[in-house]
């Protein structure tokens, strides 16, 4: 996606340091997305299949990171939002090409969850890389991806009646949305009344405001959200 | 800081009519000039505030390093991103950084925004809204394929189990065909044998009824033949009585012994005749029972005292064993016979050994009476061959001594006597040791004769 108006001469990006492969795998794909080079970085995911590497670390150890990465190069102005735009972009087209090898692997007798962003809510790759940690676990996933309108949300969760709901918002001002969504499931979907998980930037920020907006569990990233959820359905 | 700057100069003509938003601030990043750019993306006055509170928390880090910068000279210009609190990080709004010049004690920075084609938001959030649902799909259908599959795996599978259980069920089916031929020609072979069976059956009813008829003819004969033969055994018998009583003169030595044998002679064949008689009679079926009411040890004494003579001409004593009265109910006469032929059998062939007899109640109900002898006894091979008509084991070395000799219908009478009356006569032996022949009775009978 190169939709970006915003075009800047940019600083090298990356110090190069000594890091073992697992780092080198994450290195190089963040080199490849950030010069919005999308074979490369599919190289690089190839590469670190061949040698081992299953899909959940690429996930919680070279999609995320590099992301991560990615901010705070945007922090230090050595990218742009297009940049990131592009580089997110990338790494969803890397995710999705993952997925025959993801859902052939899953069994898909565990848990159903329903995930969406709230309404506006337009960053959609965290909940999406939690929702595919869970899949490689055996759940059954539904990921309806950004700014799910609340009405659509509900009227799924209830025909579909899933174990557990999850939310997003990655701003406060998307944050009053994903109360609306929790208070329409509580009220609208009468008997079921799935787990409700929330995450985004302002839930890390305040781990008290998803308690506080009804929420049963909220995490700070993906790895842990799967962790808790596979916690609470352990028992 | 100088209350020039602080006081700002206001904006070039240029500046304030420029698109994107221009901002002049202070070095401590209060706004001093504003073009009205923020002032309209916010929706408030802006002009006095620090811009940094405006914004969020990662730009308020890049809004103090653009404060602290200086530019560097030969450098490219470089656009900063900023991102107002609470707003999309997808929407930034990019500044030029402009300082003033420091030389002249100018430290003002000048933020000019890139300004943007206002079509352009609408188009990149259409372009992400698009992507996003792509993406959500894309996924969808990859698990959907992944789904499907799996359900085309498991169906193959069951359509090879399918085959292989067809492939058993037409194998069993065969294997069941055969067993039913099998059978078919069994049953055919049964059919074959129950008809043989059949004429076998037909042949055996012929022959028992020849039987019948054949064992009924002998039976009538033996009776007439024995009416027949008695009337002159007993003229011959009672001319022999009156010869020996002189009747027709003095016999002389020789004479008298002549007599005497033929005499002998004449019993013998009477007993013989009587013999036949009774054996006819019950063979045939025509005893007639008399119950009444009977002490055995009286009954059996009684016979033993008919017999004394006989046995004291052998030298043979008689003895009963002691008891308490047995009573039954049976034909007095029968039994009777029946004791004759043991006692009289345990004296001839008892070898001069004393005769015993008991009498005493059965263990299996009814009476029993015991008649024991110190003979020879009877090897096991004969036991049941010696309740056949006409049978005598050998025993010639003392046979003719006595000059009584038996018959051979003894025991066989003797035997379907008892068996008229509903008991039955057994025999236990030993070689050197001697014989017991044991006569159990019913308690009761009818007035009726069984079957013969």
Redesign the interface.
Known sequence: ?S?A??S??RAPVRERRARPARDDAANQFLDAIIAGNRRRAFEVVDAALHGGMDIRALYLEVFQPALREVGRL??Q?RV??ADE?LAT?IT?AAM?RL??R???S?V?TGPLMVAACAEGE???VGL?MV?DIL?LEGWDT??????VPTPDLVRLVCEREPQVVALSA????NVPRVEEAIRAIRHGCGGSRPVIVVGGRPFAADPELGPRLGADLTATDAAQAAERLKERFAA | MSSVTRAGTGLHPALRAFPGAVLELAPDGVVLESNGGLERALGRAVAGQRLDVLLDEASRRKLAEMLRRRPVPGEPPTAWELILEGRDTLSPHAFYPVWGDEEAGDERLWLVECPRDPRFGAVHDELAAVNSEQAATQRQLAKEKARLGRALDELERELGENAVLGRQLQQQNEEMEAQNEELLAMTEELHTGQEQLMALNHQLQRRSRELQLALSARNRFYAAMSHELRTPINAVMGYNDLLLASVYGALNEQQELAVERSQRAAQHLRELVNDVLDLSRVESGRTVLAPERLELGALVDEVLGSLRPMAQAMGVELRLGPGEPVHIVSDRRQVWQILVHLVSNAIRFGGGAPVFANVRPAREGGAEVEVVDGGPGIPPEDHLRIFDEFVQLARDENGDSTGIDGTGLGLPIARRLARLLGGDIDLSSTVGVGSTFRLTLPDAIGASPAEP
């Not at chain 1, 539904?142 to 700014?147: E, S, Y």
């Open positions: 996606m939709t108006g915003i800047t001469a945007w922090q102005n742009t939002v735009h972009a969803q999705a997925y025959e993801l859902f052939a899953a898909g337009r960053h959609e999406r929702c899949e539904v990921f309806l991806g950004a700014a990655s701003i406060g001002p």
